[in-house]
Structure formats: C-alpha cells, structure tokens
C-alpha cells in the first residue's frame, strides 16, 4: 500500500493551498482517512479525517473553518482544501490511512512541505 502526497509548497500568509493524496490499494473505500502534520520541534497532530464514505468529518480546532477534507472514492484520493493560511500552518503534512481520533493507523504517507511565509 503506497499513500503519495502532492500540492505543497511556499504561500504567502492568507492564501490557500490544495494538498492530494493518491491511494494505490484496492481498498480505499474500506478506510478512514485522515491529514496529520508535523512542525519542526514539535509532534506530530491529527488535522483533519473522513469517514469512509465521506459522512464525517473531524478538524482539529486551530484549523476548523479554514480547511476541509474530502474525498473521491473512484480516484482513491483525499484532498485537504487548505484557505486564510497563517504561519503556524507551516509543517510536514502527511496523509493516513485510518487516523480518526482513538483509531489506529495503518499507513502513512511520505509527506509534502507547506511552508506559509510572506
């Protein structure tokens, strides 16, 4: 199972980016999904997550409202919709397979840079 990230990168503060990740398993739909991320000196924290299906959704609270996650079941992907980025944004994101808040994870991704920086 190879989870590959894509669409980070250097932003200006109040901009918006859209991050990707491609699944290629045969069982995409059978997975939570959920986006972590991982700043220098700091853990690694749950962003965001989706239910198999996409019903659900979970944020952490510095992000709610400013990012979403979705998901597109026939391409395998899940997306992280990223606006009205802040500095503290800046991190290593990773896409999961799994993830929701108490769950295991069974995947990671390689993780893409977002640095958000005038």
């Known amino acids: 199972v190879q989870l590959v990230e894509s669409g980070g990168g250097l932003v200006q503060p109040g901009r918006s980016l859209r991050l990707s990740c491609v699944d290629s398993g045969f069982t995409f739909s059978s997975y939570d999904m959920s986006w972590y991320r991982q700043a220098p000196g700091k853990e690694r924290e749950l962003v965001a997550a989706v239910t198999k299906f996409g019903h659900g959704t979970t944020y952490a609270a510095s992000v709610k409202g400013r990012f979403t996650i979705s998901r597109d079941n026939v391409k395998k992907t899940v997306y992280l919709q990223m606006t009205s980025l802040k500095t503290e944004d800046t991190a290593v994101y990773y896409c999961?397979?799994?993830?929701?808040?108490?769950?295991?994870?069974?995947?990671w991704g390689q993780g893409t840079q977002v640095t958000v920086s005038s």
């Open positions: 999961a397979r799994g993830g929701w808040p108490g769950a295991a994870i069974s995947s």
